[in-house]
């Protein structure tokens, strides 16, 4: 099995978000490794109300300063202290790429695979994926020592 030094959890606020963070969390204290929460915010004009924010790159820090507090939150109740938060604002292909930039993981936990996740990490989705054969080759990977993590 690879050692992993360093795994990447893509959040959402929803129940699945929290059950890949949860997971995350697991596979982290399993390998002790580096652990991050990564939460990306899609642009959406509908949010501001109609009105125009001050400026773009403000409307922006307060939507990744809400998102790190969320995070804290969710991390505080899972017991994650330990893990590093992360917010990004914008297209979320790109979003990600920034994440990915700034902390260089070696396996990559979500929720579902849309299209943009692959890359120089392991990918392991708890949902669909578009990427079956690899996701099957991971979880074969994790599974095979007797169900080490069980439920989600």
């Given at each position: 099995?690879?050692?992993?030094?360093?795994?990447?959890?893509?959040?959402?606020?929803?129940?699945?978000?929290?059950?890949?963070?949860?997971?995350?969390?697991?596979?982290?204290?399993?390998?002790?490794?580096?652990?991050?929460?990564?939460?990306?915010?899609?642009?959406?004009?509908?949010?501001?109300?109609?009105?125009?924010?001050?400026?773009?790159?403000?409307?922006?820090?307060?939507?990744?300063?809400?998102?790190?507090?969320?995070?804290?939150?969710?991390?505080?109740?899972?017991?994650?202290?330990?893990?590093?938060?992360?917010?990004?604002?914008?297209?979320?292909?790109?979003?990600?790429?920034?994440?990915?930039?700034?902390?260089n993981p070696d396996l990559v936990v979500a929720g579902?695979?849309?299209?943009?996740?692959g890359g120089r990490h392991d990918l392991l989705t708890?949902?669909?994926?578009?990427?079956?054969?690899?996701?099957?080759?991971?979880?074969?990977?994790?599974?095979?020592?007797?169900?080490?993590?069980?439920?989600?």
């Open positions: 099995m690879h050692d992993y030094r360093r795994i990447l959890a893509l959040v959402d606020f929803s129940e699945s978000g929290t059950a890949v963070a949860r997971r995350a969390l697991k596979l982290a204290r399993l390998g002790q490794t580096e652990l991050a929460f990564l939460h990306l915010i899609e642009p959406d004009p509908g949010l501001d109300g109609g009105y125009p924010s001050p400026s773009g790159k403000a409307c922006q820090r307060d939507f990744e300063q809400a998102a790190l507090r969320r995070l804290a939150f969710m991390a505080a109740n899972l017991g994650a202290g330990e893990a590093e938060l992360m917010a990004r604002y914008g297209r979320p292909r790109d979003a990600f790429a920034n994440g990915i930039a700034a902390w579902d695979d849309p299209g943009y996740l708890l949902g669909r994926s578009t990427n079956t054969g690899k996701l099957k080759r991971i979880l074969h990977q994790f599974m095979a020592p007797a169900g080490l993590l069980g439920g989600a």
